[in-house]
């Protein structure tokens, strides 16, 4: 991409996460699902992995992570309209040392018949914590998302915590590795909420999925 360009999209993913966002509906099963409506983008990744805080960054505000950390609304998919022109779709975080072997299937059965049922999903945003790499249970969960051919990107977090040089060969490394899956996208987006490294051009790639505005 050249700079120009770069620049149009930032705006654009600007423009686009400055717009009202707003909690439109909770779902711990799939009858409680919203309507197909909007293109969605969800999140999903470990447990403490960052979402809230990268979610938080993005939007600007607190009101997602407030939301999604309620007690009872953490396990269940949270939809927030962004704008009228994306919905971003918190999805509860996995690894699921003390949870209840009956919680852990109906999660999955939700998570399974969201990604296979939901047309308007035009990305999965997983996100890998920068100092980790990728773990058994992130390559299980991008297994699923290729075998769903829905569409994802890794979003690597908490980059502040590493240093370049091994920032830069984690992401090799993991890029090689995504070339191996079908439904994933290329590029790595490396952001720190903390630092605020990457969250504008985040807000950008998403911009890119939106509904367009009348100044796009
Ligand atoms: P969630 O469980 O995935 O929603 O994760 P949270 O957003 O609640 O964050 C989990 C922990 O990681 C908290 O202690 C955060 O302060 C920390 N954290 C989140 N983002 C960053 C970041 O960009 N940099 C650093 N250093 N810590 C972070």
């Known amino acids: 991409m050249n700079a120009p360009d770069e620049r149009i999209d930032i705006e654009a993913g600007r423009r686009l996460f400055a717009q009202d966002c707003r909690f439109v509906a909770g779902a711990d099963r799939i009858e409680a699902l919203p309507p197909i409506g909007l293109p969605e983008v969800a999140f999903a990744g470990r447990s403490n992995v960052g979402k809230s805080s990268l979610l938080n960054a993005l939007t600007?505000?607190?009101?997602?992570?407030?939301?999604?950390?309620?007690?009872?609304?953490?396990q269940q998919l949270n939809f927030f309209d962004l704008g009228g022109r994306?919905?971003?779709?918190?999805m509860p975080g996995f690894g699921f040392a003390r949870a209840a072997k009956r919680r852990i299937?109906?999660?999955t059965g939700l998570i399974e018949r969201y990604l296979r049922?939901?047309?308007?999903?035009?990305?999965?945003?997983?996100?890998?914590?920068?100092?980790?790499?990728?773990?058994a249970i992130?390559?299980?969960?991008?297994?699923?998302?290729?075998?769903?051919?829905?569409?994802?990107?890794?979003?690597?977090?908490?980059?502040?915590?590493?240093?370049?040089?091994?920032?830069?060969?984690?992401?090799?490394a993991l890029g090689a590795e995504l070339a191996q899956h079908a439904a994933a996208h290329p590029e790595?987006?490396?952001?720190?909420?903390?630092?605020?490294?990457?969250?504008?051009?985040?807000?950008?790639?998403?911009?890119a999925l939106a509904v367009p505005s009348q100044f796009d």
């Open 60 to 74: 600007g505000r607190t009101t997602l992570a407030r939301v999604s950390h309620t007690p009872g609304r953490t």
């Open 86 to 90: 994306l919905v971003l779709v918190d």
């Open 117 to 135: 049922g939901r047309p308007n999903l035009r990305r999965v945003c997983l996100l890998i914590d920068a100092r980790r790499a990728a773990m």
């Open 138 to 172: 992130d390559r299980a969960f991008m297994e699923r998302l290729d075998a769903a051919a829905v569409s994802y990107q890794v979003v690597l977090t908490k980059a502040d915590k590493v240093k370049p040089p091994d920032l830069k060969r984690r992401t090799g």
């Open 105 to 107: 299937k109906d999660w």
């Open 188 to 207: 790595i987006v490396v952001t720190s909420a903390h630092a605020g490294i990457g969250v504008p051009e985040l807000r950008a790639a998403l911009a």
